[in-house]
């Protein structure tokens, strides 16, 4: 990688000196940029023009430089480095050698880290704002898997707690008589989703429920006391709760995700994790009690309920303690993708974290912002207590997996966003999936009309022969070349700042690049072998590439379209 090298190169030559190493916006502007100049000039008290006129004389000279054919100028102030056409092709060599372990690196290596994500409360089936967070989860773990990461993909199933309890209430309500005292005062707060009353309705749980309470239960009508009715919602509870979990991971397959782990927050109770935590905390100082609950000190006079004064933990205590099993897992780092409604939850989090004695940089908590499904012009309200929501099956179903992962890989995780269902469902380059798709089945359809193809991009000696290579000189040739060389450092910077929208981003420029080169040029040429076989190498390439990047995407890769 270009990126790195410089940044190494330019170090070693001017040590302690921090600068940044900038993608100009334009092409003009070079490949890349630095800043040296400037920080030096200041140090110095002189004008960064001579500084950098002078960095750039002292590159010039150096031997490394030349062999990486990089050429470079000053630019009020800035130095940019451009790179060359044989480098260029050079890379093309590499990508055609490499295949799809192009852009794989080790920066990684020995680093394992605990990825949980999507972890939606299984009182109800996964929705679009879900699958956000799955989209992003899952395309990060694949990320992180290329450059050198040991990844594992977590989903945290909250399984216990008043939510729960809710569940199996909102289930209870619908077997037993609608004028049941406690219904009617507690009707406002069940669970209203048409999934709530067509899990009542299974047999196999009314099975249940008669094999555990007798058969004549269900035929008392309102005729129940409260003890039957909260022993019914127990059933239903945990009945429930396995039903949406079976949803959700089928769900989950639709959108081409799996987790290598499904963790039980009851197993955290269950083995007394829970407790020794807050038996940990107590001793270490952090915990303080005041009307009848635990509280856990933060900074100040800041503090955060762990135990509620009816005994209950709370969510905060809970996750201390999920964390904590992930370190005793042997991970490295955790990354946990969160909802924003989550944001006050991130410094409480990392605070009992750290005041277990662990490194709270250890555990990187993303919040993905809220999304809206926008469809014939207009956006529909959710709400998952009155039952009014979008549900994720239903968003695959109508637009397609494809869509669905992209689209929602389209945006900063940090912005708010508008899912277009009529755009998504668009047949034309409007569509962005599309777009890039149909890039892909062009190349493929390419190399279907030259039988013999394979053999011509596989033979080394073509590929570098220089007279071979050095036809690739058109702009939109040079341009493609250029896309796909840097596809190694869009993947590495994705790894270290997470921003999986540049990927999205890049994959969307190259199919837009090959378009326009596609449109302008042949590469099945009449009476030119040799730039049919340049044109064809230059094909696989960016074929290469697209494939890599989809598959990272969770994307399919038509044949044709």
């Given at each position: 990688m270009i990126k790195v090298w410089l940044k190494k190169e330019i170090s070693e030559k001017y040590p302690n000196v921090e600068f940044d190493i900038l993608t100009p916006p334009d092409d003009k502007m070079g490949d890349y940029s630095i800043n040296l100049a400037f920080v030096l000039a200041k140090k110095e008290n002189k004008n960064p023009r001579e500084v950098a006129q002078k960095i750039v004389n002292d590159l010039m000279e150096d031997d490394s430089f030349k062999e990486k054919k990089l050429k470079m100028e000053e630019k009020n102030g800035f130095i940019n480095f451009y790179l060359s056409e044989d480098r260029l092709r050079n890379s093309l060599v590499e990508i055609i050698k490499e295949g799809e372990r192009f852009g794989d690196s080790q920066i990684g290596?020995?680093?394992?880290?605990?990825?949980?994500?999507?972890?939606?409360?299984?009182?109800?089936?996964?929705?679009?704002?879900?699958?956000?967070?799955?989209?992003?989860?899952?395309?990060?773990?694949?990320?992180?898997?290329?450059?050198?990461?040991?990844?594992?993909?977590e989903y945290y199933i909250n399984d216990i707690g008043n939510q729960v309890n809710l569940l199996g209430m909102s289930i209870a309500s619908h077997l037993v008589g609608s004028h049941f005292h406690f219904i009617e005062e507690n009707r406002e707060n069940f669970y209203k989703g048409e999934y709530v009353k067509k899990i009542s309705k299974e047999r196999k749980l009314k099975m249940i429920i008669k094999e555990i309470l007798g058969e004549d239960i269900l035929k008392k009508d309102s005729q129940f006391t409260l003890d039957e009715f909260t022993k019914m919602a127990n059933i239903c509870a945990g009945y429930g709760i396995e039903r949406i979990k079976k949803g959700a991971k089928k769900?989950?397959?639709?959108?081409?995700?799996?987790?290598?782990?499904?963790?039980?927050?009851?197993?955290?109770?269950?083995?007394?994790?829970?407790?020794?935590?807050?038996?940990?905390?107590?001793?270490?100082?952090?915990?303080?009690?005041?009307?009848?609950?635990?509280?856990?000190?933060?900074?100040?006079?800041?503090?955060?309920?762990?135990?509620?004064?009816?005994?209950?933990?709370?969510?905060?205590?809970?996750?201390?303690?999920?964390?904590?099993?992930?370190?005793?897992?042997?991970?490295?780092?955790?990354?946990?993708i969160w909802g924003a409604d989550h944001h006050g939850d991130v410094i409480r989090l990392k605070t009992g974290v750290s005041a277990l004695g662990y490194d709270p940089d250890r555990l990187e908590i993303l919040l993905h912002q809220l999304v809206a499904i926008k469809e014939s012009g207009e956006l529909q309200k959710m709400s998952k207590r009155a039952g009014r929501f979008v549900l994720l099956d239903d968003l695959l179903s109508e637009v397609g997996k494809d869509a669905v992962r992209f689209f929602f890989l389209t945006r900063d995780l940090n912005t708010h966003m508008e899912f277009d269902v009529d755009l998504a469902k668009k047949q034309s380059k409007e569509n962005p999936v599309f777009y890039i798709q149909y890039a892909y089945s062009r190349l493929n359809s390419i190399f279907g009309k030259i039988t013999n193809h394979k053999s011509q991009i596989t033979n080394k000696t073509q590929i570098t022969k220089p007279e071979i290579l050095n036809l690739l000189k058109e702009e939109e040739e040079l341009r493609l070349l250029k896309g796909i060389a840097k596809f190694p450092e869009v993947v590495e910077s994705v790894a270290e700042n997470y921003q999986?929208?540049?990927?999205?981003?890049?994959?969307?420029?190259?199919?837009?690049?090959?378009?326009?080169?596609?449109?302008?040029?042949?590469?099945?040429q009449d009476d030119d072998v040799e730039l049919q076989s340049a044109r064809l190498l230059l094909s696989q390439g960016v074929h290469t590439v697209l494939k890599i990047c989809l598959s990272l995407m969770g994307l399919s890769t038509p044949e044709r379209m």
């Open positions: 290596k020995g680093i394992k880290i605990n990825l949980e994500f999507v972890s939606a409360n299984p009182t109800g089936p996964l929705t679009v704002g879900n699958a956000r967070a799955a989209s992003f989860g899952d395309t990060l773990g694949n990320i992180l898997k290329k450059t050198g990461h040991e990844v594992v993909k769900s989950m397959t639709k959108m081409g995700i799996k987790f290598n782990v499904w963790f039980s927050e009851r197993t955290l109770h269950d083995n007394g994790e829970v407790n020794e935590v807050l038996t940990e905390l107590k001793r270490r100082g952090f915990v303080v009690e005041e009307d009848g609950a635990k509280w856990l000190k933060m900074n100040g006079d800041q503090k955060a309920v762990l135990v509620k004064s009816d005994g209950s933990t709370t969510y905060l205590a809970n996750d201390i303690a999920y964390t904590k099993n992930k370190f005793e897992r042997g991970f490295t780092s955790a990354i946990n999986v929208h540049q990927l999205a981003q890049y994959t969307l420029n190259l199919a837009g690049d090959f378009h326009k080169f596609y449109e302008k040029h042949h590469v099945i």
